[in-house]
């Protein structure tokens, strides 16, 4: 019997692991390092920031406001048995948000009072807070709360006022007090007389929109220190639209 035949041909080698496979250009890898450095450099730009790191603080980790809820505001008149918001502390830079947020939680509806206890603070933020709250038909109200719905007397000056422009309507509680103050605001190689101004003019147009008289912007033009209104005097401004409420 005659022996096979040897093949005439050695088979085909094997296929490598990844043979086949188009290789990734070296520059598209370049590019996505050159991609991720621009914008790590861009995020340390803006993070570095003395205004953006507070920014981050007081989202997350130090609200320089604290707030409670009371399920039933121990108040005189329409706002009696309500529900309501309060609210203490300097408005900071992140403090809008921060507000929203609380009312989402706090459930509050029309006719349900914000209180306020505030220094003041940043005054942009104010007006966004003014803002928050005049949309969702709220009341405001000076004061603190002390113990299971009872209120007592507290202050808002400076920037608050702003705030406390945005309730509709706005209570005055007896011994509570409003102080306002003019604005000053100037950044490093601008006209601080024009930025005064400028200033001047938008709380003029917001407190106008809010329905407060324009007698309130003159008040605060006339001092750098707070002035401390009267019942009568923010009665008079439009300011406080209903009667005191005893608490």
């Known amino acids: ?55 981050w603080k007081e989202s997350y980790f130090s609200p320089s406001m604290t707030s409670s809820l009371i399920a039933k505001a121990d108040l005189d008149g329409p706002a009696r048995g309500r529900p309501a918001l309060a609210i203490s502390g300097t408005i900071g830079t992140a403090t809008a948000s ?17 209180l306020l206890s505030s220094p003041g603070g940043d005054l942009n933020q104010a007006i966004i807070m003014g803002e928050i709250v005049r949309s969702r038909g709220l009341a405001t109200a000076v004061g603190v709360a002390d113990g299971p719905g009872r209120i007592t007397r507290s202050y808002c000056a400076s920037a608050c006022v702003l705030v406390y422009a945005g309730g509709k309507p706005r209570y005055g509680i007896e011994g509570s007090v409003l102080g306002v103050h003019r ?53 008079a401004m439009n300011l406080v639209t209903d009667p005191v409420l005893r608490p």
């Open 183 to 235: 604005f000053v605001t100037s950044a490093p190689g601008r006209d601080p007389v024009a930025d005064t101004q400028r200033t001047a003019g938008m709380v003029l147009s917001y407190m106008t929109k809010m329905g407060v008289s324009s007698a309130v912007v003159e008040a605060m033009s006339e001092t750098r220190d707070v002035r401390w209104l009267g019942p009568r005097e923010a009665s």
């Open 1 to 55: 019997m005659a022996p096979p035949r040897q093949p005439t041909s050695q088979p085909a080698a094997a296929p490598r692991y990844g043979a086949g496979k188009r290789r990734r250009p070296i520059w598209s890898l370049v590019f996505f390092i050159l991609l991720i450095s621009s914008v790590g450099i861009r995020a340390y730009k803006d993070l570095s920031r003395p205004e953006a790191w507070a920014y």
């Open 98 to 114: 921060w507000l929203r947020e609380r009312l989402d939680e706090a459930h509050l509806t029309a006719g349900d009072t914000v």
